[in-house]
Structure formats: structure tokens, C-alpha cells
């Protein structure tokens, strides 16, 4: 698609692009004389994520394979003649064992024929659109298969949907979803409070500190100061002074960097001068009750944290006592070595098994909040040690925690910047050491104070924590929720995870036994309510990759990000380029230039103007990677806690252990949740890993003497 861009802009036509980052979505070029209608790119690989030469045999293709080309010899001096190519000129070292298997094979059978790259692109180009287009046909057949109803014929994935996930989601939401059944939750959060409240919090805290004055805050007892019906920020009671932070865009901050021109809107639906009248009216309004005032603008005090290094270092290391952002609890998979290097000693086995989708056992399996919550502001010093203290048992909460000081399998998760997700036993001795570090008889030495962290959290993972050891020390700020729903996504995974099985077939291990059969289907209804019918029991490849994508591309749709990712609109008209220059509500990115008439902007929608997408729901999607940490941490402290096993090594939905030969502490099982053996076939001799995503395997085949070790190297940056 990029060349295809490169193309139009080249030709003078410059469409309207979808962009997230420097991946591109979608190209339109609108209606224009001489052109009768839209055209619309859009990339399927977000509809079909998977290789080119896997489509054939998965949707069954009636068109030659995908063939061998040898891409290294694409150069301009082979073209217009006749050469001969070596394995090399395909890559073929890189190739996996068994496709390099059958390439050998035909590079045997056709190494003496001479070779016409001319002819051979063209070719291999044409291969490439017929294999493409007829797999999109037969998807989208599929599909509308899968998705129509008596009322109506079903889902058009190519004309309706960009990616799988919004597939996914308009099936369920059409399909599946009860009217009214979740609540929209707003990006800002629940509480009634402008954006830059921790910022006004910890300015205050300094300005108390640097000036040796007691300020009531919202974290007072009593709360914040009140004047007839306005509350003030900050109350200084012995000077008879009142100190209020405003933020820029809400309350239209007058300076020229901000929002200077009365005509402007705010994200709260004001105009600049609208909202400075009202301020105006209020300020008057307490001045006259005999009260000083003093008016302290966001922009200010981030002018102040550029330019006094103590300030920004005080602001820094203040506690997080503002508001619950709700993002800050969504955390994904945990992942990394617990030990870098095993060998198999005699009696000994290393085994690695993951969880048979992880993901829809945890949306089939858990219940989740449903309706909007009730905000608990309270800012309490507790003592909680156990789950049963916790009173908000279906909740989010802001807490102030600390660790146990030792424990085998750490529960709760904390980002202490913006890349590493960890488990810390503590917060100083994480932040001391960013990128980890290697020393002889470390000994922690900090304070509570210093080990705990503000966790903001489920109720569900809290009361793990607490069982495990950790203390609650402060509660800031609660969501509560009253309704919740253990039904929501079951039966969406019934369907989907039926037309898998279907699709699959029985398992080659029962497949012809018909009392294991038997067995199986009735664990299917009795386990998980889905009816297998034998008659349907039929492998078809392209119906499972659909069940498979379904299954697994869902309760991520409801968390996609409003904030923080960069749009781009391309333009040729000085006019537009002027207004963009002058939106407050975008921060610009970039402007670069694509032709001598055409610039490319990139910016971003500031965080007080972001808006909900129709099925926004974080929630959902917190919960459901909270509960599935749940799930690998219990089979974790399985491993851990029996005699003579050692982790090694936790993806998200796998881990990797040592073990007795005769004692194995995890089952393996055929369901939904239940876990299988990454290499059934293969003993694991040895394993290393260099960090998260990094780690290799030294295999033996069973039942092979004599043969070649394997070897597993996995590395993702």
C-alpha cells in the first residue's frame, strides 16, 4: 500500500490516510471531477493476519501454491536473460526444517533449467494477486456464513470492517450483546475533577513545604475549603487565603500559547469566553467574602518544573494521590526467566506446557463488572493483611501497598516507567536499577516506605496479593461496581470455540475410539455448555482460522486506545495547513513533505479532547488480562511449591519447569484452559534464556537413538 501512495502523490492525487504510528490502514480518494466514486485501500493482512503462502491450504484455494523464488538473485543486471541460480539465491538457510525439506527436493528436479527472471516476476506477482484475492472472496464468504441470522443476511468484513478485531467486535455486538448490557467508560475516568488534579495536588504539597504552611487540601480531613457553594482548591487558614490551579483547557487560560481568542472551544463544550466569564463571577464572588486569592495556571507550574530542578525532583518522587486513571491497572502478560541456564540432571525432566487459550478461558471463565461504578474518594490510612479486610470485593482501587519481603512468586504487577512490566518485592530497589543488575549478597535495606508502591489494581488480583502476604497501607480512591455479569462473552466463545472443534476434527490420539469420543463430547457440554455434534467433526481450515481468530481478537477491541497515537492528514492547501497550526486541541507531530505541492501532518489529539469510541470499555479488557495472570500465577506457585520443581521460565499463557520424571505437579487435559505440551514428541535436555521473549531449548527426538540434537532458538526484541 505504501508503494501505491507513493504512486498517487506522485500523480497529484493525495488521499485521505489512516495511519497509527507508521503503520498504514486505509487510503481514500474521495469524489472529484473525472473521478465518479471513492476508492478505498485498505491492508487485509489486519483482516487475515497470517503469511501469503498459508492461504491456499487454509481456505482450501483452487490456484497453484505460492512457489519457490529466488529473491536474492532479483537484480537488475539478471534481467533480460537466461542464469542459473544456486540454494542460496532463495534463502534457503533461513527456511524452517520442513519446508527447506521440500524446496531441496525441487531444486533438485529443476537446478538445471535455466532461469528467466523477467518472465519469473511477472509470474510470481500474478500468483501473489490470485492467491490474495481469492482467499479475501472465500474469507468474506466465510464469514457471512458464520455471522448471518434470521434477520439478517450477516457481517460484509471486507466492505464494514478494517481489522479482525473490529470484525469480532460488530459480530458480537450484533449478534451477541444485550441491549444497554455495558456502559461506555470515559477515557478521563469517573471523577468530576479537571485533568491536571495530581498536578494540582503535588503543586500544592511543594507549595506547602517551600513556604512552611499547613494547606487543606482534598486530601484533608474534611476535605477541601468551601465558600458558599465553590471549593477552593487550596485553603490556607492563618492568612485567611484561598489557592486555586486551573487547568488550561478547562478553564481557558488567556495567554497566547493557550487559548487566548474568546471564540474558542474548550473540551468541555464552553467557549474560552464563556468559561473566563464564569471564573471571573466566582473570583468575585470569594474575593468578597474578605478572602485573598491567588490563581496559579497549569502552564505556569510547568514552566516552573523546566525551570528549577528541586521543584521537579520533589514533584517526581511525591506520592500518586490523585485520581484512579483507569489504564494505569491495565497490565498484559507476564513474561521472563526465573532461571537462565538448566541442564536435565538424571531422574530429572524439563517440561513446557501452555495453557490452551488462555485469553478465551479467562472471557468464558470470569465475571466481569458491568454499569458504571461508584466513586469512593477517601484518602484512609487502613491495615489490610487479608482479602476479607478488602470491603470492595468487585472494585478498582488505588492503594498505597507493600510487599512481602520474601515470597516465591511475587503477585502484584507495577510499571515504574514506561516499558518494563514487573513484580517487584521493591519499588527502590526497582528504580535504582532500571535495567536490572547482577549483585553479590544483595541485601535490601530500604523502608516500607520506600519498598511499597501506589498500585492502582483489581479487587480480584488485590485479594491475591493479600493472601499472599502483601499489606495495604492507604486507600485513595475506589470504583466500586455493583452489577456484574458471568454470562457476557459465553455465548460468543460457545459458538466460536464450537466451530473450532468442528472445524478440527477429533484429536489424531481418540479419533476412531468411540467411547474416547463419547468422552469427549460430554465433557464439552458438561465442562463448557457447547453441544459437538460427531456429523460436523469435519477438519476444514478455513472455518478454524476464523474460529481462531474470533475467539482470541475480542476483548481487546473494547481497550483500543483513543490517546496517544498519531493521525495523519495529507494536504496540498495552505488554508488547511493554517488550521491545523492553529487547533489547540492537537499537539503536532510532524509536517513533512511528500512532493513540492503536498505536505504529510502528524499529530496528536491532546489528552483533555479525547473522545469514546462506541464500545470503549477498558474494564473489560483489564479484567480480563488481570484474571488470566491469576491463572499462570496459581499454576506457577504449583510448580514452586512442590517438592524438588523449579521454575524456569512464564510467558504469558506458558511456562517452562524442571520436575522429577515420576512427579509432574502440572495435568495436561484436552479443553478450553487446559494444558498441552509444547513438544509431546521432543525431551528437553537443556534450556537458556538471555531475558524476556529470549530463550533457547536444546531438544532430543523420543524414540530416535542416536539422532542429532534440535535446537529452539526464540528471540523477539
Known amino acids: 500500500m505504501v508503494i501505491v501512495a507513493s504512486q498517487l502523490y506522485s500523480e497529484g492525487i493525495n488521499p485521505q490516510v489512516l495511519m497509527k504510528g507508521n503503520k498504514l490502514y486505509e487510503m481514500k480518494i474521495m469524489k472529484r471531477p473525472n473521478y465518479n466514486s471513492n476508492i478505498i485501500f485498505r491492508d487485509s493482512f489486519n483482516l487475515m493476519p497470517m503469511a501469503l503462502a498459508a492461504l491456499v491450504p487454509t481456505f482450501g484455494l483452487d490456484i497453484d501454491d505460492k512457489p519457490f523464488f529466488p529473491h536474492l538473485a532479483n537484480r537488475p543486471e539478471n534481467y533480460g536473460k537466461k542464469i542459473y541460480l544456486s540454494k542460496e539465491d532463495y534463502m534457503a538457510s533461513g527456511m524452517m526444517p520442513t519446508k527447506r525439506k521440500e524446496f531441496d527436493a525441487w531444486f533438485e528436479m529443476n537446478k538445471e533449467n535455466p532461469f528467466l527472471l523477467d518472465e519469473a516476476l511477472a509470474s510470481y506477482c500474478t500468483n501473489d494477486v490470485e492467491i490474495l484475492m481469492c482467499a479475501l472472496v472465500a474469507f468474506r464468504n466465510e464469514f457471512f456464513e458464520t455471522t448471518k441470522r434470521s434477520n439478517h443476511e450477516g457481517i460484509d468484513v471486507l466492505k464494514e470492517c478494517m481489522t479482525i478485531a473490529s470484525a469480532c467486535m460488530k459480530h458480537y455486538r450484533t449478534n451477541h450483546l444485550k441491549e444497554k448490557h455495558l456502559s461506555i467508560v470515559p477515557e478521563r475516568g469517573y471523577e468530576n475533577v479537571d485533568n491536571q488534579s495530581l498536578l494540582a495536588l503535588k503543586f500544592l504539597k511543594w507549595y506547602s513545604e517551600k513556604n512552611n504552611i499547613k494547606i487543606q487540601t482534598a486530601h484533608s480531613v474534611g476535605g477541601e475549603k468551601k465558600v458558599g457553594n465553590f471549593k477552593l482548591d487550596g485553603w490556607v487558614e492563618d492568612q485567611n487565603l484561598g489557592i486555586e490551579v486551573n487547568g488550561c483547557a478547562w478553564h481557558g487560560c488567556p495567554k497566547k500559547s493557550c487559548y487566548p481568542d474568546d471564540n474558542m472551544m474548550l473540551p468541555n463544550g464552553m467557549t474560552a469566553g464563556k468559561r473566563r466569564l464564569k471564573d471571573y463571577e466566582r473570583k468575585k464572588f470569594i474575593l468578597e467574602q474578605g478572602i485573598d486569592l491567588k490563581i496559579f495556571w497549569e502552564c505556569e507550574i510547568r514552566e516552573m518544573l523546566e525551570n528549577d530542578r528541586d521543584m521537579k525532583e520533589k514533584f517526581n518522587n511525591y506520592l500518586d494521590e490523585g485520581p484512579l486513571e483507569i489504564r494505569a491497572c491495565f497490565f498484559g502478560g507476564r513474561t521472563g526467566p526465573l532461571k537462565l541456564i538448566h541442564e536435565a540432571r538424571p531422574g530429572e525432566k524439563i517440561s513446557y506446557f501452555d495453557v490452551t487459550s488462555l485469553y478465551p478461558f479467562t472471557n468464558f471463565n470470569t465475571n466481569y463488572p458491568i454499569g458504571h461504578p461508584i466513586v469512593h474518594t477517601l484518602n484512609e490510612e487502613v491495615h489490610w493483611t487479608c482479602a476479607a479486610d478488602n470491603p470492595y470485593q468487585l472494585a478498582l482501587l488505588k492503594v498505597f501497598v507493600i510487599p512481602p519481603k520474601k515470597i516465591d512468586i511475587p503477585v502484584l504487577p507495577a510499571k515504574f516507567d514506561e516499558e518494563r512490566l514487573l513484580f517487584p518485592l521493591c519499588a527502590e530497589c526497582s528504580k535504582l536499577n ?24 483489581t479487587s480480584i488480583e488485590l485479594n ?12 485513595y480512591r475506589v470504583l466500586e461496581y455493583t452489577k456484574s455479569d458471568n454470562e457476557l462473552f459465553r455465548p460468543y466463545m460457545r459458538e466460536f470455540l464450537a466451530q473450532k472443534i468442528h472445524a478440527t476434527g477429533f484429536d489424531d490420539k481418540i479419533k476412531g475410539n468411540a467411547i474416547e469420543e463419547e468422552k469427549f463430547v460430554k465433557e464439552c457440554w458438561e465442562k463448557f455448555g457447547m453441544k459437538i455434534e460427531r456429523e460436523k467433526m469435519i477438519p476444514n481450515k478455513g472455518k478454524r482460522a476464523i474460529a481462531k481468530l474470533a475467539v482470541n481478537n475480542l476483548w481487546g477491541r473494547f481497550s483500543l486506545r483513543n490517546q496517544g497515537l498519531t493521525q495523519t492528514y495529507i494536504t496540498d492547501d495552505p488554508s488547511e495547513l493554517a488550521d491545523f497550526l492553529d487547533n489547540r486541541s492537537i499537539e503536532m507531530v510532524s509536517i513533512d513533505e511528500l512532493t513540492k505541492e503536498a505536505i504529510m501532518l502528524r499529530y496528536l489529539k491532546k489528552k483533555e479532547w479525547i473522545e469514546e469510541h462506541e464500545c470503549s470499555n477498558v474494564v473489560i479488557s483489564l479484567w480480563t488480562t488481570s484474571a488470566a495472570r491469576l491463572h499462570l500465577l496459581r499454576l506457577m506457585q504449583k510448580v514452586a511449591r512442590t517438592s524438588n520443581c523449579t521454575l524456569l521460565y512464564t510467558d504469558t499463557d506458558s511456562l517452562i519447569f524442571s520436575h522429577p520424571e515420576d512427579n509432574n505437579p502440572l495435568e495436561l487435559g484436552p479443553h478450553l484452559g487446559d494444558l498441552t505440551d509444547e513438544y509431546p514428541n521432543h525431551e528437553i535436555l537443556e534450556y537458556c534464556s538471555g531475558g524476556a521473549k529470549q530463550y533457547g531449548l536444546k531438544l532430543k527426538r523420543k524414540c530416535v537413538n542416536n539422532e542429532e540434537p534440535e535446537y529452539v532458538l526464540k528471540v523477539r526484541e
Open 434 to 457: 532500571p535495567k536490572g543488575n547482577i549483585i553479590e549478597d544483595y541485601s535490601c535495606t530500604h523502608t516500607e516506605r520506600q519498598r511499597g508502591w501506589v498500585s492502582s489494581c
Open 464 to 475: 491475591a496479593a493479600l493472601e499472599e502476604g502483601y499489606i495495604v497501607k492507604k486507600v
